[in-house]
């Protein structure tokens, strides 16, 4: 079914990660078995989702239009949309509180935002955002002027709450550092939730095959929107740190467009595909060797919005990845094969593991110390952690 025209992502190499002291081997193995007992849990409930056999002839149907024709051979095509500035089609905002005298909003953004249609196709269902569905940020904001560039944050799976979002991301040191943050609430979490989902982000990673895709491209969406907008709005520069998921969609920007100050992923797939293969082979439904559907073929399905897919085009020098060295659910190979794929640019192997980033301090060190770099320091150190 797959094109000779493009290759697919191909699996990922096994990766020796440099030495660190024995406390970077505990914490790790202590973050690992965290992970484990989450991904257990996780995979409970992906078991009562994921596709029964007899359900596959309809999944084949809806990914052949991403393993042949115009998508096949040029992929960046899905994502056309970031060669142009994208204006929300309104604004509304609401005052949420201050901190040390500076604002925190909600914002709210209607977009004109349309899945993407095949060639000769109406959208499937599955792809389609709901009509009520606004873009929702966190805005902590400074005085007109004071701020040096805005960190626009994008979390995980499973998250959107934006107090838990705040600490996850670092908010308040950022904030604290003279920086703005928009906190990105990502499509189907949080507050944009659908009634019918069980929790924040269910019909993002675990819908329709297609509907996965269609989600990324609307994250991609929103990002490069609320992006622009907030250069526009402030004047400022803006960069990204996204953690898990955010740290994909932050990496995949990286080589969609090169308007981002800095870009920091945090324990950041490279292959989608690889992920879910992790998962749908456990399932209790299938066995890998008898599974209706390849590792192979599910790199070729996501493959249109992997970051490994696109040169990058931000410079290397304004990337920093952190990643963890006792990841679970994002194997030490996934920010590896980004860290080769740049051509090498900083990265921190840090103890922990996706579920418990340990040294916690360093992380946030590493953050301020990269935003430095290319919007300059604080001209002056804050007077003491800000309340949030």
Same mark, same amino acid.
């Given at each position: ?5 493009? @290759?697919?992502?191909? +699996? ?27 991904? *257990? ?16 002839? +309809? ?37 949420? *509180? ?20 095949? +060639? ?55 904030? $604290?550092?003279?920086? $703005? ?92 595909? $690889? ?69 090498? @640019? ?43």
């Amino acid at each position: 079914m797959m094109s000779s025209a493009w @290759p697919g992502i191909p +699996a990922l190499s096994a990766v020796e990660l440099p030495r660190g002291g024995w406390d970077e081997w505990l914490l790790s193995r202590l973050g690992s078995a965290l992970d484990a007992v989450i991904l *257990r849990a996780i995979q409970l409930r992906l078991d009562t989702v994921v596709a029964r056999p007899e359900e596959m002839p +309809a999944v084949q149907a809806a990914i052949a239009p991403y393993l042949t024709g115009e998508l096949w051979e040029d992929p960046r095509r899905f994502f056309s949309f970031v060669d142009a500035p994208v204006a929300p089609l309104s604004v509304s905002s609401e005052f949420r *509180r201050f901190v040390n005298g500076d604002v925190v909003m909600a914002r709210e953004f209607a977009t004109a935002y349309q899945p993407y249609r095949f +060639a000769g196709t109406t959208t499937a269902e599955p792809t389609v955002p709901r009509k009520e569905d606004k873009v929702l940020i966190e805005h902590w904001q400074h005085e007109p002027g004071r701020a040096r560039a805005t960190v626009l944050a994008l979390h995980g799976f499973t998250s959107g709450n934006p107090r838990l979002d705040a600490f996850l991301l670092f908010a308040a040191q950022c904030f $604290d550092h003279g920086l $703005d943050v928009a906190l990105l609430t990502l499509p189907y979490h949080g507050a944009r939730t659908p009634p019918e989902a069980q929790f924040s982000g269910e019909r993002f990673g675990f819908g329709h095959v297609a509907g996965v895709n269609e989600a990324v491209r609307q994250t991609v969406y929103e990002t490069h929107m609320v992006g622009g907008w907030l250069r526009e709005q402030t004047g400022a520069p803006v960069g990204l740190l996204g953690m898990s998921l955010g740290g994909y969609v932050a990496a995949l920007m990286a080589g969609l467009t090169k308007e981002w100050e800095f870009i920091i992923p945090m324990v950041p797939p490279a292959c989608m595909g $690889d992920i879910a293969w992790r998962f749908f082979c456990r399932s209790r439904h299938y066995r890998a060797e008898e599974s209706p559907i390849s590792c192979e073929q599910l790199r070729a399905i996501y493959r249109i919005h992997s970051p490994l897919t696109y040169p990058r085009r931000v410079d290397k020098d304004r990337i920093l990845i952190l990643a963890a060295r006792g990841d679970q659910f994002v194997p030490p190979e996934h920010p590896h094969a980004l860290w080769q794929h740049w051509g090498q @640019p900083a990265i921190d192997w840090f103890g922990g593991s996706h579920t418990a980033p340990f040294r916690r301090r360093r992380l946030i060190s590493q953050v301020l110390a990269h935003t430095d770099r290319f919007v300059g320091r604080p001209k002056r150190a804050a007077a003491g952690r800000r309340a949030a």
